[in-house]
């Protein structure tokens, strides 16, 4: 298991012009450890295939595992839905307002051309040679969701014989990770934001282990940024040996601007919003439009949806 951890930040990298790397192994093998444990019958796969149906697009099971037998992170998730908050703010942040944020992407929109994650990595002091970022762009098969044949180091963006899925943190209303941390150094924010303190993390990897999206992605390295780069709003230094993963721009967001990745791309495949605000963007999409979430069996309760 420790040899898969290692893996996710020393794969054979692509590297994108601002030095930032994608590797299709380093995000297989990031997610490599929730894999083996499907693979010895312990958690479902890490991805589901998309709904066939507006009623299983909306549906939440308990999944079950191989042999029989209730599914352990969705034992441990119905156990704690009541989570508790550390008793502080995020350090780094404005406080957390009256709203739910959540995110649809469409893929029938996403090009892949890869931009929702270069502004990611400058906004979010993401080290330039940590070779993870935070969202990870799949190339699929049409009619397909298979990680197994995806493509992640693609070349060409915007074939029209592929269509692209874009992975990131889920922000899960029901969070397995936040469930699985021995020392509650990551918690759910009033707003739904999971974050993580990193002066208080252990670097256990425990919240890699639980989460069924490989969106945790830990620092073997101290991340390196240039120094004309550092966004001074987002913690640097204290990322060193711990693991982290997307906030929905939690220093943005509070203040009334959108995510990077959302004010990034360049077709408007994404949306960002308030869904206590019934006539936000993603408030409509989500009473008009057909979407789907990843792995919503889990009952994680994933706030980002995609049409699709």
Not at 20 to 30: A, D, I, K
Not at 134 to 143: A, H, T
Not at 211 to 237: D, Q, S, T
């Amino acid at each position: 298991m420790s040899d898969t951890l290692h893996n996710d930040v020393r794969p054979d990298n692509a590297t994108a012009p601002d030095g930032t790397t994608f590797s299709r192994r380093s995000f297989l093998q990031g997610i490599g450890v929730a894999a083996g444990l499907v693979a010895a019958g312990v958690i479902p796969a890490v991805l589901s295939a998309a709904p066939t149906s507006a009623e299983e697009a909306t549906a939440t099971t308990t999944a079950a595992v191989p042999g029989g037998g209730e599914d352990p992170i969705a034992t441990i998730i119905e156990e704690n839905r009541e989570l508790n908050y550390p008793g502080k703010p995020v350090y780094y942040a404005d406080l957390a307002g009256p709203e739910k944020w959540a995110m649809v992407i469409d893929t029938k929109a996403c090009v892949g051309c890869r931009k929702c994650a270069f502004a990611c990595v400058k906004e979010n002091n993401i080290g330039r040679t940590s070779g993870f970022t935070y969202i990870q762009l799949l190339e699929m098969e049409p009619g397909k969701l298979d990680l197994d044949t995806a493509v992640l180091d693609y070349e060409e963006a915007g074939r029209p014989d592929k269509w692209y899925l874009p992975v990131q943190c889920m922000q899960c209303a029901n969070p397995p990770c936040v469930t699985g941390c021995p020392v509650k150094a990551t918690w759910k924010e009033p707003d739904g934001i999971v974050v993580v303190d990193y002066n208080k993390c252990i670097g256990c990897r425990n919240c890699m282990i639980t989460c069924p999206y490989g969106a945790r992605h830990f620092n073997w390295v101290h991340p390196e940024v240039p120094e004309a780069e550092v966004n001074p709003k987002v913690p640097l230094a204290e990322k060193a040996w711990t693991p982290e993963k997307c906030t929905f721009c939690v220093q943005r967001t509070r203040n009334g601007q959108t995510t990077a990745c959302v004010e990034a791309c360049p077709v408007g495949a994404r949306t960002f919003g308030d869904l206590n605000d019934p006539n936000s963007d993603v408030s409509i999409l989500l009473k008009t439009r057909r979407v789907f979430r990843l792995k919503e069996e889990l009952s994680t309760e994933p706030m980002i949806w995609y049409v699709g």
